[in-house]
C-alpha cells in the first residue's frame, strides 16, 4: 500500500458533543503512525485550496447547500472522506450528501453497550472479531447502496450496518457510526479502524499476503509457523534446515517448500519475510543477509550477544530499507501486560524499585540453551524477556549495571547456576533480575514498590513448571485508618499470536512496530555490561543505556 505523507483536515465541531475534546486521543493515535499532517480547521478551507487529501469529520453542526455540494465535488474528483458518529445523520439532509454516502441517517437509539462485529473486509482484518462499546446506535433501513460493509451490530433482533465504505466518483467515502463519548475514541481498534479508513480513503490499496520463510525448524520454529499460519495477511511458504529429517518434517507439517540453505531460501521471490531461529551467537549474519536480499526480518531472542552485533543488523535495516524486529513474544503475558497497567495507571505512585525472578532447583537443559560461547549464558536466557519488561517500565537511562553469578552444582553445563543483576535508572530507581537453577524455595516473580502502593506477582504453586502459567497479581495500597487494602488483578486471556498480529498490521497498515529494534538493543546492552560486570567480579559499571 502507498505510504506517502498526506494532509488529513481533522473538522471537529459540536453544538451538542464536545468532539474537539473527545477526538484527542484519537488524533493522538494517528500522530504516532507519521502518515498524516494533521490540520485541525473550523471549514473545507483546506480542501478548497486542495491542501488535504482526507476530510475526517466528527460535527453535530449542519452544512449549507454550498458546502455540501463542495464536499460531494471533493469525493467525486477523488478525495476521501471518513465521517464519525452522528456527522452523516446531521449532513444528509442534503441530497449532495445523501448521493455520496448512498444513505440517509435517522435518530440515534438510546445509548446502550453494543456488541460490535467486524466484517470482512481489508479495513477490519485482524481486529478483534467482536468488542463491546457503550455508544449510540444510528438505525436505519437495509445496507447503503453499493456499500462495503465494516462494522455491524444487532439491534432489536434486526442485523444494523455500523461502518461501511463505498466508492464515490474517482474517491471514497467512509461512515463509522461511532463516537458519542470517551471510552470509544479511547478504544485501540476504534483508532485503528479510523487510521486505516483514513488511509483507505486516501486510495492506499489493501496489501497482499506476506510470504513467510523460516531459517531452522527446531521446537521454537514450530511455535512461529503456528502463529504465521493463524494470521491473515501472512502466509507459510518455505522453510530452511540443513537438517534432512527436520526438512521432511516440515513439508509435511506445512507443505512448504523446503530448502538445505539459506542462501536457496533469500533467492526465493515469494519470500517476503524471514524469520531468523539460528542460535543467539549466529543470530547477525542470516539476519543481516536476509535484509540485504531484500526481506523483512523477525529475530529470535535474544536479538545477539553484544551490542556490534545489534548495531550491525540495525545498520543493514536502514540501509535497505527493511523492517527488522525481535521476537519478545512474552510482552503479551497476560499477568505482566495487568502489572504494566497498575503501574503506568499511576495507582502505586511513582515506580522506585523492583525485584523479579524466574528459576528453582533442577538440572539445566544440556543443548545449546545452557553452552554459554552460543547462548550468551544465562543473564541472556529468561533475561532477555525479563528486562525488556524492565525497561518498558521504568522512564529513563540504565546508568549502574552490577551483576554476580554462581557456579557450584552444575559444572557439566557452561552457563551459571545463579545470576543476579542490580540496575540503576537516572533519579536513582532500582530494579533486580535473578535467574537461579539452584533455588529451592522461590522469590515472587516480581515485587514492585511505588510511592503509593506495590504490586506483587507470586508464582502459582499448582503450576508445574512455574514459569508456563502466568502469576497471581495483586495490588497493595495503605488503607484509611491503617493496614493494607489488597486487590487481585483479573488477567485477560493470552493473545497467543500478538507479536505477528502487529507485525502484519504494522506491514500492511505501517501501524507502530510493537518491538523496535531500538528497543531490543538496549535489552541486549544491558545484559552484555552486566556479563561485563560478572567478569571483573561483580564491579558496578557506569553506563548510558
Not at 482484518?125 to 444510528?138: F, K
Not at 540443513?242 to 526438512?247: A, K, L, M, N, Q
Not at 556490534?308 to 540495525?314: A, F, G, L, P, S
Request: a negative charge.
Amino acid at each position: 500500500m502507498s505510504r506517502n505523507r498526506f494532509t488529513l483536515l481533522a473538522l471537529l465541531s459540536g453544538r451538542v458533543h464536545d468532539y474537539a475534546h473527545l477526538a484527542r486521543p484519537l488524533l493522538h493515535s494517528l500522530e504516532r503512525t507519521h502518515h498524516f499532517d494533521i490540520e485541525v480547521a473550523e471549514d473545507f478551507g483546506a480542501l478548497d485550496e486542495g491542501r488535504a487529501r482526507v476530510l475526517l469529520a466528527a460535527s453535530d453542526v449542519p452544512l449549507d447547500g454550498a458546502q455540501a455540494e463542495r464536499l460531494n465535488e471533493f469525493v467525486r474528483r477523488g478525495g476521501g472522506v471518513v465521517l464519525l458518529h452522528g456527522t452523516l445523520a446531521t449532513w444528509s439532509e442534503h441530497d449532495a450528501i445523501a448521493e455520496m454516502a448512498g444513505w440517509r441517517l435517522g435518530q440515534p437509539a438510546p445509548l446502550t453497550e453494543l456488541v460490535i462485529r467486524a466484517a470482512d473486509h481489508p479495513v477490519t482484518e485482524r481486529l478483534t472479531p467482536e468488542v463491546r462499546v457503550e455508544d449510540e446506535l444510528y438505525v436505519s433501513e437495509g445496507p447503503p447502496a453499493e456499500a462495503n460493509v465494516l462494522l455491524r451490530a444487532s439491534w432489536r433482533f434486526s442485523d444494523q450496518v455500523v461502518a461501511y465504505e463505498r466508492q464515490h466518483g474517482d474517491g471514497r467515502f467512509v461512515q463509522i457510526g461511532l463516537g458519542h463519548g470517551a471510552a470509544t475514541y479511547q478504544q485501540p481498534d476504534f483508532q485503528k479502524l479510523v487510521h486505516r479508513a483514513v488511509l483507505f480513503a486516501s486510495g492506499a490499496a489493501p496489501a497482499p499476503k506476506v510470504g513467510v520463510g523460516l531459517i531452522g525448524y527446531g521446537a521454537i520454529a514450530r511455535g512461529h509457523a503456528e502463529s504465521v499460519s493463524a494470521i491473515s495477511g501472512l502466509e507459510m511458504r518455505a522453510v530452511c534446515d540443513i537438517s534432512p529429517e527436520r526438512r521432511e518434517l516440515a513439508a509435511r507439517d506445512l507443505g512448504v517448500k523446503t530448502y538445505s540453505t539459506a542462501d536457496e531460501l533469500l533467492r526465493d521471490p515469494d519470500i517476503e519475510l524471514v524469520v531468523v531461529g539460528t542460535p543467539p551467537s549466529v543470530h547477525a549474519d542470516p539476519v543481516v543477509a536476509a535484509l540485504r536480499a531484500g526481506k523483512h526480518v523477525v529475530c529470535e531472542k535474544p536479538f545477539a550477544i553484544t551490542v556490534d552485533e545489534v548495531d550491525r543488523m540495525i545498520d543493514a535495516a536502514a540501509v535497505h530499507h527493511r523492517v527488522l524486529t525481535v521476537y519478545q513474544s512474552r510482552r503479551w503475558d497476560p499477568d505482566y501486560l495487568a502489572m504494566r497497567e497498575a503501574v503506568r495507571s499511576g495507582r502505586i505512585g511513582e515506580l522506585f524499585y523492583m525485584e523479579s525472578f524466574i528459576g528453582g532447583y533442577s538440572h539445566p537443559c544440556d543443548f545449546w540453551h545452557s553452552h554459554e560461547p552460543i547462548s550468551g549464558g544465562t543473564i541472556y536466557d529468561w533475561g532477555s524477556h525479563y528486562f525488556d519488561w524492565v525497561l518498558q517500565l521504568f522512564e529513563g537511562p540504565v546508568r549502574n549495571v552490577a551483576a554476580v553469578a554462581h557456579k557450584r552444582v552444575w559444572h557439566d553445563v557452561t552457563n551459571a547456576d545463579q545470576v543476579r543483576v542490580d540496575l540503576t535508572f537516572d533519579g536513582g530507581a532500582q530494579a533486580m533480575f535473578m535467574q537461579s537453577d539452584i533455588a529451592a524455595a522461590l522469590k515472587p516473580k516480581w515485587y514492585v514498590l511505588g510511592t503509593r502502593g506495590a504490586v506483587l506477582g507470586e508464582w502459582r504453586e499448582d503450576a508445574e513448571p512455574p514459569a508456563d502459567a502466568p502469576a497471581r497479581v495483586k495490588v497493595l495500597r495503605p488503607a484509611n485508618g491503617g493496614g493494607t487494602h489488597e486487590e487481585r488483578l483479573a488477567l485477560a486471556p493470552r493473545d497467543e499470536h500478538g507479536f505477528y498480529r502487529n507485525l502484519a498490521d504494522h506491514l500492511a497498515w505501517d501501524e507502530p512496530l510493537a518491538v523496535t529494534p531500538q528497543e531490543a538493543r538496549r535489552t541486549v546492552a544491558v545484559m552484555e555490561a552486566a556479563t561485563q560486570s560478572i567478569a571483573q567480579g561483580g564491579a558496578r559499571l557506569e553506563v548510558d543505556i
